[in-house]
Each structure stands twice: as C-alpha cells, then as structure tokens.
C-alpha cells in the first residue's frame, strides 16, 4: 500500500505467474485500480493472476475516505494512524490463507503481523522489503555494533563496521529509531517489520547479482539471511506505462519531446512517490534548472508541491521554457521507466528510492543523488562511491515532510547537475552506467543470474524445501 512497494510486488507476481504459479494479489480496491488492467492482460495470455480485494476501513483507521495508500498520507499524524490502521486487515486475511491455503505468503514490510498469521498456519512466508543487498547489509550492521551512539555528534562520521567496502555515515542520515533505544510508536513500527523480516524463511530482494556481487555473499555469510535476487523487475515488464498510477495524459508528450532532442543531452528530475518539497526548494531547483543551461524534463509529482505552497515556479519561467523547448515540467505521476529508457535521457536527479535507482541503472543512466529520509542515504553511497556511477547534490539530513526551509542551495544543484552532464569524468561515469545496463538486463534474461535466482526459489517451493518457521 506505497507505491514504492506495491509496483515492484505487482511485477514480482506477474513473474511468478508467468512460471506457471497461480499468483493472487491482495490489496485494497482504489490500489486494485491501479494496475487491474495489467492483470488483465496477464490473464488473457495465460497466466494464472488475479487481485482479491479488501476494503480498507478508513474511518475506523481515523482516516478521510479514500486514503488507501501511504502516498496520501500528508501528516505524521496520518501516516501513523494508516499504518496502525493496516491491523484491521488482519481478519479478512486470515480467512484467505485459512480457506486458499496458499504454499507461500509474500508480504510487504508494513504487514508485519501477516508472518504470525501465516505461521500459525503453518504456511511459510517470504520477506520483500523493496530495498537492495547492500541497505540490508548496512542496516544489519548498524543494528548489531550501533556505532552512531559512540559519536558526539549529528555530523561526526563513523564507518559502518564489517563492510566489504569501507563506508562512512553520520547520524543525521540515519532513521531516528536507530537512534532511540526507547518505543515510540514509530521504533515499535519499525522493531515489528524487522522482526517480521528475520522470523520469514528468507528474503526476496528486487537486485541482481552483478550489481552488489559482495553484499549478496555478504547477505548469506555475515547476515546469515536466505536470499534470492529477481531483479531489476521492472525490466520484466514490457507495459512501461502502468505503473501505480495512470500516466496515460502526457505519455505521448513527454515522448515526443524528447524524441526531438540529441542522445544524452536531457536531465530527468523526479523523486518518487512520497516526497514533499516546500515551494521555496522548488524555486531553488527551478533556478539552477535554468543556470545549468541543461535541457531537462521535471516530474514535480502532487507529493512534491506543499497543499498550501503553489506559487513556487518563477515568473515567466514555463513560459520561457516552451519557447526555447529547453525544458518540459510535468504536473502529476510521470511515465518514469518510459522516460528513463529514452535515449535522450543524459542523467537523472533522484531521492535515491530503490525502485528509481534500479530504473536509473536499468537504464544505463548516470544519476545525481538526493537522498531525503528512508534507506535513501544508504543508497546514495551504493550509487556514488561503489559503482561510481552517481554524483551527490550535497543532502546531508533527513528532511522533514513540512520543512519549509532549503536545504539544497542552487550552486549545489548547477554543480552537480554539471558533473553528470558534461565533460571527463561525465564520459567515464556514463561509460560505467551503461556497462551495468546492460549486465541488468541479462540479468534477468534466460539464464541471467536474477532469472535463475528465481527458478531456484520456485523450484524449493514446489519441492516443499521452504517451510515456516
Ligand atoms: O511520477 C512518478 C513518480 C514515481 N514513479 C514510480 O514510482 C516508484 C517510486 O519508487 P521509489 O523510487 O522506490 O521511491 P518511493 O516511492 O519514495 O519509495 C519508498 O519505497 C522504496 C522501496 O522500499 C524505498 O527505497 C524508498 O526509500 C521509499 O521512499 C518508481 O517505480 C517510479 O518509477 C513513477 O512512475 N512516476
């Protein structure tokens, strides 16, 4: 119920689907509509998919009437209550694993709760936490030696202990309830999808191997986690177009806007589902949008414009920009993978989210990196000093949702922006983006090593080898 899990996930059972599994998602209705006609293609052509529907009980959830994904929630407040809220869900699922009995449950992080369920039933469950091997790795250690409580202060870095690579972090880029040995309802939370995690026979995990060759051994060995690696899944789906949301309004613009530019020579801005900028950010990116003398094209989705802060674009500014055609802003959900596999797409400006990053490296795109709050620090470091392929606007906290301040300033974004799109070092990294492209995408082709990860989850599946716990 995030976009961010809920569109991987979808994939994920297409996937099992398409190997001859009969796959059965369940979700909410308004979720269901997002993606129903997928699946229903699916079906026509022989897969055995289908979505089951609960409705989620907004009211009793103290919510408004239709908030049945975490990207509506615009408050803590809200956030939290639809998280609680995910508990009333427990009954109606309980009734489907009593009565379908399914060899496996796959569940998102948030329904920590539908592990006990399942285990009391004795079906075994898989863990999917949306995010890549190294995130996992990172996380375990932080949680096993705590090194950010022997620092003295928010910004003094320590290294992430036991790493194949040596790492630093600082605690302004870590969630707080690392931080907090106490329980907020938030540490609970989180403690509940971490244990939910570890009590799973293993992980799925939306990566491939070539990618984080050591993380994955490092997952196994030093984590002690059964891990299979299906990704990236969006690779695996031919319908670019719908995912999570409709994107069917500007499709064909944004595709015939770049199908007027050279190859590599535009920037794509976007930063997920969840992201909320104050108008004050926004005007920053848009003015060093201008000073970069880049052509770009920005998705400013209605998650990343406060409710009460629209006048945030310079004047004159879109105007400005359909006249000289340097510049394409979208107002709503962009058609992203279709964007990123554009070949005029030079670099992409991202928050860092799992699903972005794999689209961006699917692509063979180098990125600018703006990690805001989540594992999104962690991935920065993937993408900037592992695979060298990301250049870091300078974000170096958790933003909060209602900030209004800005914390990136418009030389920062000018000179990143800059680093990806021109010159040396532009080349070698777009060099490297491409290399890595190409080995997801074998990845997951016939005998690709993501392709036979997955072969060989079904295959101990069939054969009863998982089992509950
Ligand atoms: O206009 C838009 C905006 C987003 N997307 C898609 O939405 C997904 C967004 O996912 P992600 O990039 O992972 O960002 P979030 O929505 O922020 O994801 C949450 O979930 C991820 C998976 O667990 C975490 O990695 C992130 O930190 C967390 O914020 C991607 O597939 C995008 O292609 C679009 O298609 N169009």
Same mark, same amino acid.
């Given at each position: 119920m995030a976009p961010g899990h809920m569109i991987p996930l979808v994939d994920i059972a297409r996937q099992f689907a398409r190997h001859g599994v009969k796959a059965t998602i369940i979700t909410t209705p308004l979720n269901a509509s997002k993606f129903s006609k997928t699946i229903q293609r699916d079906r026509e052509m022989g897969s055995d998919i289908s979505i089951r529907t609960v409705k989620f009980p907004c009211k009793e959830a103290g919510l408004p009437e239709g908030c049945e994904n975490i990207a509506s929630t615009t408050s803590t407040l809200m956030y939290l209550n639809f998280i609680m809220g995910l508990s009333l869900f427990q009954n109606p699922i309980e009734q489907f694993l009593e009565e379908d009995h399914p060899?496996? %449950?796959? $569940? $998102? /992080?948030?329904?920590?709760? $539908? +592990?006990? +369920? =399942? *285990?009391? %039933?004795?079906? /075994? *469950?898989? =863990?999917f936490n949306g995010s890549g091997f190294f995130p996992l790795c990172a996380l375990h250690s932080l949680m096993e030696h705590k090194p950010h409580l022997n620092v003295e202060s928010e910004m003094e870095e320590f290294v992430i202990p036991g790493l194949p690579d040596t790492i630093k972090m600082s605690r302004q880029k870590l969630s707080e309830h690392l931080m907090d040995e106490k329980d907020t309802p938030v540490t609970a939370i989180v403690k509940a999808i971490m244990r939910a995690e570890t009590t799973s026979y293993g992980v799925i995990v939306n990566s491939f191997y070539e990618m984080e060759p050591n993380y994955v051994k490092h997952s196994r060995e030093v984590v002690g986690r059964k891990v299979w690696h299906v990704g990236p899944i969006s690779l695996c789906n031919e319908d670019k177009s719908q995912r999570g949301q409709d994107s069917s309004f500007c499709e064909q613009k944004c595709l015939d806007w770049l199908d007027t530019k050279e190859p590599k020579s535009v920037i794509y801005i976007c930063f997920g589902s969840m992201a909320v900028f104050s108008s004050a950010q926004l005007l920053e990116i848009a003015i060093a949008l201008e000073a970069s003398n880049q052509q770009f094209i920005w998705a400013v989705t209605q998650n990343t414009i406060n409710e009460e802060q629209n006048e945030w674009i310079p004047e004159g500014f879109e105007e400005k920009l359909n006249v000289n055609g340097r510049g394409l802003i979208i107002k709503g959900w962009a058609p992203q993978v279709l964007i990123l596999d554009h070949e005029a797409i030079g670099g992409f400006v991202t928050h860092c989210g799992w699903n972005s990053l794999l689209e961006g490296v699917s692509a063979g795109v180098p990125m600018i990196t703006w990690p805001l709050s989540a594992e999104q620090f962690f991935n920065e470091k993937l993408l900037v000093e592992i695979l060298k392929i990301g250049v870091p606007v300078g974000s170096e906290a958790w933003s909060n949702r209602t900030d209004s301040t800005v914390p990136i300033n418009r030389k920062d974004i000018e000179r990143a922006v800059t680093k990806v799109m021109v010159g040396q070092e532009a080349e070698e990294m777009r060099g490297r983006a491409a290399a890595l492209g190409e080995l997801a995408k074998r990845a997951v082709e016939k005998g690709g090593s993501s392709h036979n990860s997955l072969i060989s989850l079904l295959e101990q599946l069939r054969n009863a080898k998982i089992t509950s716990n």
């Open positions: 060899d496996c %449950l796959i $569940a $998102a /992080p948030q329904f920590s709760w $539908a +592990v006990d +369920v =399942a *285990t009391k %039933l004795e079906i /075994p *469950t898989l =863990a």
